[in-house]
Nanobody
């Protein structure tokens, strides 16, 4: 059984940065495509970013493109989300997700149904 544990969230001022981490365990990490989503009580789960099994391919949601960077370290079984130039509208619960398979990442990964496992999330709050 795959387990995903996020960390790194917190309170930050607008314009600041945070780096989220997601620790993966239970299966072979390099066999999974990894994504980040975010959600708030009044919105549906929103796609943030996805990275291929080897880290060579990424895809981002329009609202974070140019500000966020997804990366992974297969030796450490971890995926990261570097968030820069944060805005109050980035406030959300950020969750990582794993999709079994060595896929080419594209717009097909923006749907939550594409993922097999989910973490509980880490809260990010951006103050204005």
């Amino acid at each position: 059984q795959v387990q995903l544990v996020e960390s790194g969230g917190g309170l930050v001022q607008a314009g600041g940065s945070l780096r989220l981490s997601c620790a993966f365990s239970g299966r072979t990490f390099s066999s999974y495509t990894m994504g980040w989503f975010r959600q708030t009580p009044d919105k549906e789960r929103e796609f943030v970013a996805v990275i291929s099994f080897g880290g060579g391919s990424t895809y981002y949601g329009d609202s974070v493109k140019g500000r966020f960077t997804i990366s992974r370290d297969n030796a450490k079984n971890a995926v990261y989300l570097q968030m820069n130039s944060l805005k109050p509208e980035d406030t959300a619960l950020y969750r990582c997700a794993a999709s079994y398979g060595r896929w080419t990442v594209d717009a097909g990964f923006i749907t939550p149904a594409r993922y097999d496992y989910w973490g509980q999330g880490t809260q990010v709050t951006v103050s204005s």
